[in-house]
């Protein structure tokens, strides 16, 4: 075939490897895109080749992509090569034109009406089944609907499937969970509705039930692009397979390394067993990282090297840069400050504020770089929440608190003992929901109040809650200032498909990445992946950093994470002696091993108790319950729930080690310098009399 100039021309300007994807225009085609290394570039020049070459029919291309926002650049970079006429959209935009076109053919009448959000008639199925639910759970509620239906999860097999699969929503049994979904989808037939969910199953349903609706489609598309092909679902994959028909005129692009949404139902294994699927495919690897500097590759790689991602190993085209700057914190104030002069640093270097972000695993996490960010004045954005001052349950906390100041009754309490009692009448408790989703986001940002709290409380001589609601009410009027052009606040995330010339992760310490709830090797596994989209997000300046305490003065007991091993310099928590495993010193928060058999410990309760469910227990029961006795005697006599006093792995603290004195039960995890003045000569009575 003789190639006309104009598409020679469109070779050119790529390197070998993207050139290869450009050429291979027939037949099954694989591309593992490794971070930065262009493959927006070479798919569109291997479309728009296609066009120039007369292989493709622009009208016949259908460029299948995850966001709206990379159909529409993709789009613009088609039409700049000479093939405006391919079509580039997302699976739901692609299956809604479908689904609205062919049903009046096939069913008659319109299609039911899409739904802009699950929440009313997700709230409306709770109501049938007499659950009381708040805002955040209703919104993880929806989320757990949308993972059932993309991942072919029936109303009546979720309540078998969903534990198989490690699935939860926090307070709620699977069985409910299936009966809330059940009713859900009778609300919406009743109402006439669809959700984006029912999107792709409508198209799936056309097509698999129509052979008519079937040829239109594939006459109409015979050539099929895929990008971030890691993303997708079963139903996305099904309905892939319907529009080919069996033909293998199909290109996917992905990442394995950048797999991070195995929770809402991406499975990367339909790029890794692509070429099993399709013997004979070409396969190319796109290693040539153009984004990031030599010094952020190396960092990129070792992170993953010696996992089993199957993904590609970046080679950096870029010029030597800055080192990777780590930074070890005191505590999550001292981060902050440590990360804004990094910041003004860099500003003052010529770095503009619009190529910065800081980044971090969880929502909550922002509030500590907001208030050290608008300290000095630097603005800032935060992208894909809102900020923390404006989240409903940190507007909802400050004006129980206000209202609670607006009564007038004395206060008998301390500073913490209030926050406590009016958190907990929203429903917080020390103790962390098991699963992910918005209720876990919900107890973080309370979390982070408690930890403003202590930190306030600390700092005041006589603190106050008139004081403190006044300290955040400073706070949250510094940090509203409009913005114009600041510094990126995000989470990892939501970062992923951006990038910037200096990128800040915070936070990077055990039980933030990998996050506590992380707590299968596939689960941890999909944090390190995340932490590797993070790195590589950076172009020139990486800085990551951790702090040793929460807040404070607090003692240092967290370590760095262990995906730093091997990155990372000497830390404290290294150089720190280990502790004998005697009475004497404080135990870890969260144990990773039993300490009776020494085996991995696997959910959240065994990791805060320190031993097996199945282990003997460690402590006199007898002892423990004298201990909740006179627990539940304090917490009535002073209108809170019990926990407020002490939790259930505290008690069980006590009743294992058995302090003799006041130091010995400072040492107890719980217990900090407000509870042992107002509980030590109880709980030290208590044990003497055992």
């Not at 613009?76 to 000479?82: H, Q």
């Not at 739901?92 to 069913?107: C, I």
């Not at 951790?546 to 262990?562: F, H, M, T």
Request: with cysteine; hydrophobic share 40%; glycine share 8%.
């Amino acid at each position: 075939m003789t190639v006309p100039g104009s598409a020679e021309r469109l070779l050119e300007a790529l390197d070998p490897e993207q050139r290869l994807v450009a050429e291979a225009l027939r037949g099954p085609v694989r591309v593992l895109a490794g971070a930065g290394t262009g493959k927006t570039r070479a798919i569109t020049h291997r479309i728009a080749y296609g066009v120039a070459t007369g292989t493709y029919n622009p009208t016949e291309v259908l460029a299948v992509t995850f966001t709206t926002r990379a159909a529409g650049e993709m789009r613009t970079r088609l039409r700049a090569l000479g093939a405006p006429g391919v079509q580039a959209r997302t699976f739901h935009s692609a299956a809604l034109r479908q689904v609205r076109y062919f049903w009046p053919r096939v069913y008659g009448g319109e299609p039911p009406e899409l739904t802009a959000s699950k929440i009313p008639i997700v709230a409306g199925a709770a109501r049938r089944n007499r659950l009381e639910v708040d805002q955040a759970r209703l919104r993880d509620l929806a989320s757990e609907i949308e993972w059932a239906k993309v991942t072919n999860v029936r109303p009546d097999d979720y309540e078998r499937v969903a534990p198989t699969r490690g699935r939860e929503v926090s307070g709620l049994d699977h069985g409910v969970v299936g009966h809330v979904f059940a009713t859900y989808e009778e609300l919406k037939r009743d109402q006439g509705r669809m959700d984006m969910e029912d999107v792709l199953l409508i198209g799936a349903a056309l097509l698999s039930e129509d052979e008519r609706v079937a040829a239109s489609v594939r006459s109409q598309y015979k050539w099929f692009v895929v990008d971030e092909f890691q993303d997708v679902s079963p139903i996305q994959a099904a309905l892939l397979d319907l529009w080919t028909g069996g033909r293998d005129e199909i290109c996917v692009v992905g990442d394995p390394a950048q797999t991070i949404y195995s929770f809402a139902g991406a499975r990367a294994s339909y790029l890794q067993e692509f070429t099993r699927k399709h013997p004979g495919a070409t396969s190319v690897e796109l290693v040539r990282n153009y984004r990031s500097t030599p010094q952020v590759i190396k960092a990129a790689n070792e992170l993953l090297h010696g996992t089993p991602t199957g993904s590609v190993t970046l080679r950096a085209q870029r010029p030597a840069g800055d080192e990777v700057r780590w930074q070890e914190a005191t505590d999550e104030v001292a981060e902050a400050e440590a990360v804004v002069a990094e910041v003004q640093r860099l500003r003052a270097a010529g770095v503009p504020l619009r190529e910065m972000a800081v980044l971090f695993r969880i929502n909550a996490q922002s509030e500590t770089f907001e208030e050290a960010l608008a300290s000095r004045s630097i603005p800032y954005v935060v992208r894909g929440a809102a900020r923390f001052f404006e989240r409903p349950e940190v507007r909802q906390a400050l004006a129980l608190m206000r209202a609670s100041l607006r009564a007038g009754e004395p206060a008998t309490d301390g500073l913490l003992d209030q926050v406590h009692g009016v958190l907990g009448g929203m429903g917080w408790g020390p103790e962390a929901p098991a699963a992910r989703g918005q209720a876990r986001d919900r107890w973080e940002s309370l979390m982070a109040l408690v930890s403003q709290a202590e930190e306030y409380a600390a700092a005041e001589i006589a603190p106050t809650l008139e004081g403190f609601v006044a300290e955040l009410d400073r706070r949250a009027a510094e940090q509203h200032a409009p913005v114009a052009d600041g510094v990126t606040l995000a989470t990892l995330h939501t970062a992923k498909g951006l990038e910037w010339d200096a990128v800040f992760l915070a936070g990077v310490q055990e039980g933030s990445m990998p996050i506590t709830y992380a707590d299968t090797p596939a689960a941890v596994e999909e944090e390190r992946r995340l932490l590797y989209v993070g790195i590589t997000r950076a172009r020139k300046h990486l800085m990551i950093s951790w702090s040793l305490a929460r807040n404070p003065g607090g003692q240092a007991r967290r370590k760095p994470s262990r995906f730093l091993a091997g990155l990372r310099p000497e830390s404290v928590m290294d150089r720190a002696a280990p502790s004998g495993g005697g009475g004497g010193k404080r135990a870890s928060r969260k144990a990773s091993v039993c300490k009776m058999c020494r085996r991995p410990l696997a959910t959240p309760k065994e990791r805060n108790r320190g031993f097996c469910d199945d282990c003997p227990i460690p402590y006199d029961e007898e002892l423990f319950a004298s201990l909740k006795a006179w627990r539940k005697e304090r917490a009535d006599a002073e209108s809170v729930p019990a926990f407020v006093v002490f939790s259930d792995a505290t008690l069980e603290a006590i009743a294992e080690v058995r302090p003799t004195d006041r130091d010995a039960l400072l040492r107890i995890n719980g217990i900090g310098a407000a509870k042992l003045e107002k509980y030590a000569d109880d709980v030290l009575a208590v044990l003497a009399g055992a």
